[in-house]
C-alpha cells in the first residue's frame, strides 16, 4: 500500500503561480509512474501531468506550457509548478502513483487539494 498526501492548494488570482506536492510513504518501491490528476465541478477526473522515476514527463494539452511536473529533492516526493493559471484551472487536484506491472500496476490516490482560481 501506498498513501499520498498533497499539500499546496489555495486561491489565486488569473495569471499567477501556484506550486503542488506529493509526499508518498508505505510500499514507495512500487511506485513506477507519479502524476496529478483534477476534477472540476461537474466534470470527470483528468490528468494533468505525470513523470517516471527516469524523468519521462506526459502533460494534458491544457497545461502544456504553463504547468511543470518535477520530482522532489526528497525521496518519494514530486510537485507540480502551475504558472500563468486560468479561471478554468479551477479544480481539485489529486496526487496519483501507479505501481509498476510487477506489483498489479495498481493506481493510488492523495485525498486532493482545491486550486481556486478567481479574481
Known amino acids: 500500500q501506498v498513501q499520498l498526501v498533497e499539500s499546496g492548494g489555495g486561491s489565486v488570482q488569473p495569471g499567477n503561480s501556484l506550486r503542488l506536492s506529493c509526499a508518498a510513504s508505505g510500499s514507495t518501491f512500487e511506485i513506477a509512474v507519479m502524476g496529478w490528476y483534477r476534477q472540476a465541478p461537474g466534470s470527470q477526473r483528468e490528468l494533468v501531468a505525470t513523470?517516471?522515476?527516469?524523468?519521462?514527463?506526459r502533460y494534458a494539452d491544457s497545461a502544456k506550457g504553463r504547468f511543470t511536473i518535477s520530482r522532489g529533492s526528497a525521496e518519494d516526493t514530486w510537485s507540480l509548478l502551475m504558472n500563468n493559471l486560468k479561471p478554468e484551472d479551477t479544480a481539485v487536484y489529486y496526487c496519483?502513483?501507479?505501481?509498476?506491472?510487477?506489483?498489479?500496476?495498481?493506481?493510488?490516490w492523495g485525498k486532493g487539494t482545491l486550486v481556486t482560481v478567481s479574481s
Open positions: 496519483h502513483a501507479e505501481a509498476d506491472l510487477h506489483y498489479g500496476g495498481v493506481g493510488y
Open positions: 513523470i517516471t522515476h527516469g524523468d519521462i514527463t
